[in-house]
């Protein structure tokens, strides 16, 4: 999976976590398809956290990159 893509969709939908006080940091690109991020700022202790990431970074991910399986947030 190229790395690149991945950052370059991160940077997309950073903004609006930003705007929440948040942030997001990738971690890594896992060859079966994993990609591991961190949740920062009030993002890191939101109880919405798991619905931002399943519902926005995931989802933004597999539309644009379907090698995508699923995306994990390490503490």
Not at 41 to 60: D, I, K, P, S
């Amino acid at each position: 999976m190229d790395v690149e893509k991945v950052k370059q969709v991160i940077a997309k939908i950073r903004p609006q976590l930003q705007m929440d006080g948040g942030d997001i940091e990738l971690i890594s690109v896992e060859d079966d398809g994993t990609v591991k991020v961190r949740l920062i700022g009030h993002c890191a202790g939101c109880m919405h956290a798991q619905q931002t990431l399943t519902f926005g970074v995931e989802r933004a991910l597999k539309q644009f990159i379907p090698e995508v399986t699923h995306v994990v947030n390490v503490t």
